[in-house]
Structures are given as structure tokens and as C-alpha cells.
């Protein structure tokens, strides 16, 4: 890694169904941050790969494990999340939380420690969360927050900010300028530039 960046590989996880939806623009935004200082950027679309839930059968977490025991996309995005030093997490709020697309994502990331050595540990975390209430707390974007912080709090990871905001239609975020200056400068920030 260079002297001057904290992390060069970015991976980002959009989980909404809406490709051009509102937190994929900020999601966007925080990308064009990060590359504007350096970093390599890589996108996955949680919504267009096969994840199944997790069956909570410890495999992962056996001495002599091998990883995670389904057999499916978590496969190939494993590698790519202990290779980021960053990852940028982006959903809407979907009944007061999370969408399901993102945490089924989380929850399968139980299964990261089979595949390297404290794998949570130092990660640098970006978050973006858009919502249709008039603010964080009426639309449940604060439960989203709360679960990201105790996650990644627990695994030993940091979240270097959040950019948040209201919006219904896809896209319409894109006129809350502030809010997108606000994402590109956490994308700088989360890759160690100032
Ligand atoms: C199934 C569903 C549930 C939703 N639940 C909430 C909610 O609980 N609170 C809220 O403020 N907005 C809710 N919304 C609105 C979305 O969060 C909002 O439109 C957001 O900007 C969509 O982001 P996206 O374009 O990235 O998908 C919901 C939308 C859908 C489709």
C-alpha cells in the first residue's frame, strides 16, 4: 500500500434493488472521492447475486474450517472484503431498518474469519442510508445506524462517517447537493486523504 492512503482497494455493496436508486448515487459519490485520492474502486450489487441466509451451522467457525459452508455469490465476494482495506455499505431503509439484500450480506459475514486472520480488524467503513421519512429518526434510519455501529464496534472495525438523507424516487437525492459534496468528501476520508 502507498504511504499516503489508509486503504487502495474500495469495495462497495449497494443494497437496494434500485441499480440508480438513491443510495447508489450516494454510494457513487463516496466512490468518486475515494478514486479522486487514489483508490481503486470496485462495485458489487448485492440485489443481482444469489445469497442465501445463513443456517447457522458454525461450519465457518470450526478450527479446521474451510469457510463458509453454502455454496454460493458469498464465495466470490469473500476474497474481495478481506482484500479491500475499505468497504462502503449503502441501502435504504426498508421498514425502519436495513434492507433484507443487506443484511443477509452482514449476516453471512460471520463466516469471514474462515478465510483470514481477524479479517474485521482495521476495515475502514463508509455507510449511506437514504429514507423517505422527513428525518432519520420518524423513518427508522437510526435502527440501520445503530446496527452498523454495535457490528462493526464488535468486529473490531471503523466507521469512518455516514451520509444520510431524505428521498422518495430513484434518484432524486441528486438534488441535495450538500449531501453529495458531504459523500464525496467522506470517500476521500475513507481512503486516509484529507
Ligand atoms: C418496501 C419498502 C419499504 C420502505 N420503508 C421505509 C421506511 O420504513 N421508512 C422510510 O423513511 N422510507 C421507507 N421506504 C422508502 C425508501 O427508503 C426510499 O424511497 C429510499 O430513498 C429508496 O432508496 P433507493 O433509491 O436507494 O432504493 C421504503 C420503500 C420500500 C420499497
Request: proline share 3%.
Amino acid at each position: 500500500m502507498s504511504d499516503k492512503l489508509k486503504a487502495e482497494n474500495v469495495l462497495v455493496l449497494l443494497g437496494s434493488p434500485r441499480k440508480k436508486g438513491n443510495s447508489a448515487v450516494l454510494a457513487e459519490h463516496i466512490t468518486r472521492g475515494a478514486e479522486s485520492a487514489g483508490a481503486k474502486v470496485e462495485t458489487i450489487y448485492l440485489n443481482g447475486m444469489k445469497i442465501l441466509p445463513c443456517q447457522s451451522c458454525y461450519t465457518c467457525q470450526k478450527a479446521d474450517t474451510k469457510g463458509c459452508a453454502i455454496n454460493d455469490d458469498m464465495q466470490f465476494i469473500f476474497p474481495k472484503l478481506i482484500k479491500s482495506e475499505a468497504w462502503v455499505i449503502a441501502s435504504p431503509v426498508y421498514w425502519f431498518n436495513m434492507t433484507a439484500q443487506t443484511k443477509l450480506f452482514m449476516d453471512r459475514c460471520f463466516a469471514l474469519s474462515a478465510y483470514g486472520k481477524n479479517p474485521f480488524a482495521g476495515k475502514r467503513i463508509a455507510i449511506a442510508i437514504t429514507y423517505e421519512g422527513s428525518d432519520p429518526f420518524n423513518s427508522g434510519a437510526v435502527n440501520a445506524f445503530r446496527i452498523f455501529q454495535d457490528t462493526y464496534n464488535y468486529v473490531g472495525s471503523k466507521i469512518v462517517g455516514m451520509v444520510y438523507g431524505s428521498a422518495y424516487k430513484a434518484g432524486e437525492i441528486k438534488s441535495n447537493k450538500d449531501l453529495l459534496k458531504q459523500a464525496e468528501r467522506l470517500g476521500k476520508r475513507l481512503v486516509g486523504a484529507k
